[in-house]
């Protein structure tokens, strides 16, 4: 591709080239009016044929499924445009200095599990939100991972997305695999036309394999061995890629990696429980997210829900749960994050309703959690099996709704009135 340095696509200038694929250069340009950076993806099309044609409508089709998407995992777009006479298509999006988690991995070198979670659960909720609005990536991978913060990834790439609705004819090529090799399911790698929402399940998996062990879960002679090899054996077990790694990943990575579709998580949100879940385990906290160790932000620019200095002139809360059911009453204070869920192992949620016929009643391990901001609550539902609801409306997964006093919570089966008191 030809140098355009200096060139202007939809008014943004490009000053240095930042990378180049197969078919597209990313530049980095500035943005003269608000005074910022931005990327500009760019794409040849001034040759004809059909490949061609199919090049440039996934071109757009990508612009089109991160219209689309807005989440703050998911990478910005700003605009899109064609310049027939030029022979030029070009997407606008947010730059990301940092560049790519791929950068910050080394070979045989892992990343602990609190690293790894910051990265992969926030990926696992962008890519929940994406398969809602019917869009699957196809192509998860480190590259496509890019890293705002330490603690902030965001997704990008999504030129070879599938929109599971979409009466667009298919853009596959004959004979072409979608998504990287290294990271692709085992039926992108058979080119079968059943790819759905767990194909990037897969994928997500093998990244957060290989973020623990510093490797990839299969190997080969050659490259067709290594592309065949997760068509016929099974992946490298976890602990003997990396002894270090606690067990409780093995189940989640033998499920994700699990050669038949059907035999894995069948939904992303599913995904992201699990490692919600592994999280609080490990931690006992579900909200611990210490960003990556290789560049620890000072201690000044820890990201949390309320800065610290607001915390401590917080008046100190009791919340109060009771259940109409059989009059008990549950309370707790001192906590601006409450979960909700039933205990399990050495994990034990803020509110245990365990005793309370949790498991029966269909509560999930991590079913909910109360967030107070300033003088507000607000319940979020953390994917739980079963669901939880408002005054009987359901709240939406990873979505956080307001709460008042006296507002009845139902959890599975358990309603539980609302109470938040401030000390005196």
Known sequence: ??????????????????????????????????????AVKVLPIMASG????????????????????????ILTIYGYGEDRDGGWAYIIMEFVPKGSLEKMMKPNEPFSWEEALTIIIPVSKALAFAHKQGVIHRDIKPANILMLREDVPLLADFGLAKMQHST???LTMPGQVLGTMAYAAPEQIQESTAIDSRADIYSLGIVLYHLLTGKLPFQGQTPFDFLMARLTDPPIPLLKANPKVSPVFVPILDKALAQEPGDRYQTMEEFSQALLEARYELSGS????????RQRPKKEETTSLIDTDEI??????????????????ISTAGRTELIIGRTHKDSKPDIDLGPYGGSQAGVSRLHSKLVRQGDDWSLEDLGSTNGTFINGAKVAPHQKKKIKNGDVIRVGQIELEFHADISK
């Open 1 to 38: 591709m030809e140098d355009l340095i200096g060139r202007s696509f939809g008014g943004y200038e490009l000053k240095e080239l930042v990378g180049a694929g197969g078919m597209a250069s990313i530049y980095k340009a500035f943005d003269e009016k608000l005074s910022r950076w931005v």
């Open 50 to 73: 059909d490949n061609e044609e199919k090049m440039l409508a996934r071109f757009r089709q990508e612009a089109q499924a991160i219209a689309a998407l807005r989440h703050p995992n």
């Open 168 to 170: 667009t004819p298919n």
């Open 286 to 293: 579900f909200s611990t997210q210490p960003p990556p160790s």
């Open 312 to 329: 401590n002139s917080l008046q100190e809360v009791k919340v109060r749960l009771k259940l109409p059911a059989s009059g008990k009453e």
